[in-house]
Nanobody, 126 residues
Framework: QVQLVESGGGLVQAGGSLRLSCAAS????????MGWFRQAPGKEREFVAA????????YYRDSVKGRFTISRDNAKNTVYLQMNTLKPEDTAVYYC???????????????????WGQGTQVTVSS
């Protein structure tokens, strides 16, 4: 089992920044590709960003490219999501997830992820 705990959410004005963190425990963190997803009220959960086990491969949904950056520190068992130039449409509960994958592979769909955190709320006011 892998336990994931997100933190760093909050209320921010449009144009502001937040940095989400996701701390992992239980199994070897570097064995898992990591991802961030989000779910707004009344909407389905959607992919935001993913990073390979190596940290070299990354992938983003189009609407966050150039604004969000995913990174990981395998020594600290933590994955991050730096969110800049936030928009009201970024408002959602953000979840991190862990999934088994090869060293350089990123995974982007929910069925590929085995473990999920409880989520952290991000609210962007206009």
């Amino acid at each position: 089992q892998v336990q994931l705990v997100e933190s760093g959410g909050g209320l921010v004005q449009a144009g502001g920044s937040l940095r989400l963190s996701c701390a992992a425990s239980g199994r070897t963190f570097s064995n898992y590709a990591m991802g961030w997803f989000r779910q707004a009220p009344g909407k389905e959960r959607e992919f935001v960003a993913a990073i390979s086990r190596s940290g070299i491969g990354t992938y983003y949904r189009d609407s966050v490219k150039g604004r969000f950056t995913i990174s990981r520190d395998n020594a600290k068992n933590t994955v991050y999501l730096q969110m800049n130039t936030l928009k009201p449409e970024d408002t959602a509960v953000y979840y991190c997830a862990a999934g088994a994958a090869a060293w350089v592979v990123v995974i982007t769909t929910t069925p590929q992820y085995d473990y999920w955190g409880q989520g952290t709320q991000v609210t962007v006011s206009s």
